[in-house]
C-alpha cells in the first residue's frame, strides 16, 4: 500500500510533468472507486492550467486557478504517465490528457483509490479538515503528540496511525519509527514520557525523509525510453517490518509479529520497552 513517501515521490514526479500543463479531457472508464466519480464536477478542470501540486497526508492535490482536484492511490493505486496512447490494461479506470498529448493513466486494481473536485478552499473539503498536522512540516511534533497523548489509552502504534492526531504514519513506518526510538508498541500512549514522544518524532520524521530519497533515487534510475513511467512504489530497507523471526538488526534477537488494532506490528522485545 501507498504510504505517505510513495505519495510524496509521486506527487514530486507528477509536477514535473504537469506543472503549467492544462488538462484537455477527462476519459472515466470505471468510475465505481472509493468514492464514485463524478465527471460533472471533475469537468471543472478542463481548460484548467496547473499551477502546482500539493500533498496533505496521502493526498495529492491537483491545483488551478477553478480550484482543487484531490487523488488518492487507495491500498493498491498508481499512475503511468504516457507519452502516446497503447492499449489499455486490466483496471485502468481514468485518463487524464494534458495539452501535451501526455495521458496520466490511474490503474487501481482494488479499486479503494478515488480523484475528486473539491473546488476553492481543499483545506475545507470533509476529506482533509480533520486531519492532523504534516509530520515533516511540524517543528515541534514531539510536542504535538505528548500533549494529545494525554488520557489516551490506547497503544502508542494505533495512537501515531490515527491520521487526525498526526498524518502519514503508516503501518511500515509506525513499526520502524517505534523500533528506532526503542518504544515496544503496545505501550500505552499516556504511559510515554515527553523526552521520549520528542525521540520518536524524531524517529518519524528522519525515517519518512529517507524513504522519500530512497524513493527519488528509484525514479532517477527509472528508464524514460519505455514511453511509460510507473511510480509510486519502491523498495526499503527496513529494521522491523515483515521481519518475522529474523534477526533485529541491532541486537540479534528474533524480531516478533502481534496484531495490534487490527494491524500487524513488528518488534524487538529486547530493544523496545
Ligand atoms: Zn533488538
Redesign the pocket.
Known amino acids: 500500500m501507498p504510504e505517505l513517501p510513495e505519495v510524496e515521490v509521486t506527487k514530486q514526479s507528477l509536477e514535473q510533468h504537469l506543472q503549467g500543463q492544462c488538462i484537455k479531457s477527462i476519459n472515466i472508464r470505471e468510475k465505481r472507486l472509493r468514492w464514485d466519480l463524478d465527471q460533472t464536477t471533475l469537468n471543472s478542470l478542463l481548460g484548467q492550467r496547473i499551477h502546482n501540486l500539493s500533498r496533505r497526508g496521502k493526498y495529492i492535490l491537483i491545483n488551478t486557478e477553478a480550484g482543487s482536484a484531490l487523488l488518492h492511490l487507495g491500498m493498491s493505486g498508481s499512475i503511468g504517465i504516457l507519452e502516446n496512447d497503447r492499449p489499455l490494461k486490466k483496471h485502468d479506470h481514468f485518463d487524464l490528457i494534458m495539452s501535451s498529448n501526455q495521458i496520466i493513466r490511474f490503474n487501481d486494481p482494488r479499486r479503494f483509490g478515488s480523484f475528486i473536485w473539491a473546488g476553492k478552499n481543499p483545506e475545507a473539503h470533509k476529506l482533509l479538515n480533520k486531519l492532523g498536522p504534516e509530520p515533516l512540516e511540524n517543528n515541534d511534533l514531539g510536542t504535538h503528540l505528548y500533549r494529545l497523548s494525554k488520557g489516551r489509552k490506547t497503544s502508542v502504534k494505533a495512537f501515531i496511525m490515527n491520521a487526525q492526531i498526526v498524518v502519514g504514519v503508516g503501518n511500515i513506518y509506525a513499526s520502524e519509527a517505534l523500533f528506532i526510538s526503542g518504544i515496544h508498541p503496545k505501550r500505552k500512549a499516556n504511559r510515554i514520557s515527553k523526552k521520549r514522544y520528542e525521540r520518536l518524532a524524531t524517529a518519524i520524521q528522519e525515517t519518512l525523509t529517507k524513504s522519500i530519497e530512497m524513493g527519488g533515487t528509484t525514479l532517477r534510475d527509472f528508464s524514460y525510453s519505455q514511453g511509460e513511467e510507473k511510480i509510486g512504489y519502491f523498495k526499503q530497507e527496513l529494521f522491523t517490518y515483515g521481519r518475522t523471526g529474523a534477526e ?1 538488526k ?4 528474533l524480531v516478533r509479529q502481534m496484531v495490534l488494532s487490527g494491524r500487524s506490528s513488528f518488534y ?1 522485545a ?2 523496545q520497552h
Open positions: 533485529c541491532c541486537c540479534r534477537s524487538c529486547n530493544c
